[in-house]
């Protein structure tokens, strides 16, 4: 689906499990609705003005301080992109790497970056979200893709698409881009079904 801004998308991609299709299904951390598969397109990443109706925005600086802020040096997640441990022990910033390799080669299909560690993450307890993604450049725009393993909409995937949102702005402000783009793809999006109660409660 597709959504001009997070503030304006965030509802219509809410609105996907009143209609009846997501699967009802029990989980380890509890009962969820879940859609297999979810794709959206961000058409203006920055926008960082959060959704009106969301009820979690400590969790949009908790989620941003992990990557800009003064979480960073114990976020997991800065560590897979931004300092990632290479074969001799040194870190690499995955996506100054990638953001660079756009800078050389506006054309290239390969600034891939990677956050999952199958050594550590398969059959983790919390393994990270966000397995990977890429750059591109397309026409104008700098276009982030991002795949997500998991993302519970209700609670996480705000926080999640404003920040990487601000690293899809920040790349193509670096880059000369006209503008910045993001699409992202979770492979389980869900909301559990208390906060679907909360949902439906709040919708009548």
């Known amino acids: 689906m597709e959504m001009a801004t997070v503030a304006a998308g965030w509802a219509d991609v809410l609105s996907i499990f009143a209609r009846g299709g997501p699967a009802r299904v029990t989980t380890r951390h509890g009962i969820c609705f879940d859609i297999p598969g979810l794709t959206v397109r961000l058409r203006n990443a920055a926008d960082l003005t959060p959704p009106s109706g969301y009820l979690y925005p400590e969790l949009i600086k908790d989620y941003r301080d992990r990557i800009f802020g003064d979480q960073r040096e114990s976020s997991l997640l800065y560590q897979r992109l931004r300092g990632w441990i290479g074969p001799d022990d040194s870190p690499i910033d995955q996506f100054a790497h990638a953001t660079e390799l756009l800078r050389q080669d506006a054309h290239s299909r390969s600034a891939v970056f990677s956050m999952w ?88």
Do not use: N
């Open 117 to 204: 560690r199958p050594e550590e993450d398969l059959g983790g307890r919390f393994p990270v979200s966000p397995v990977g993604g890429a750059l591109r450049i397309v026409g104008d725009d700098l276009v982030l893709f991002l795949t997500a393993r998991s993302v519970d909409v209700w609670i996480g995937f705000v926080p999640e698409m404003l920040t990487f949102a601000q690293l899809a702005a920040d790349a193509a402000l670096a880059l000369g881009a006209k503008g910045a783009k993001v699409c992202y793809h979770a492979w389980s999006a869900h909301i559990y079904e208390v906060d679907y109660l909360t949902y439906l409660a709040g919708a009548s």
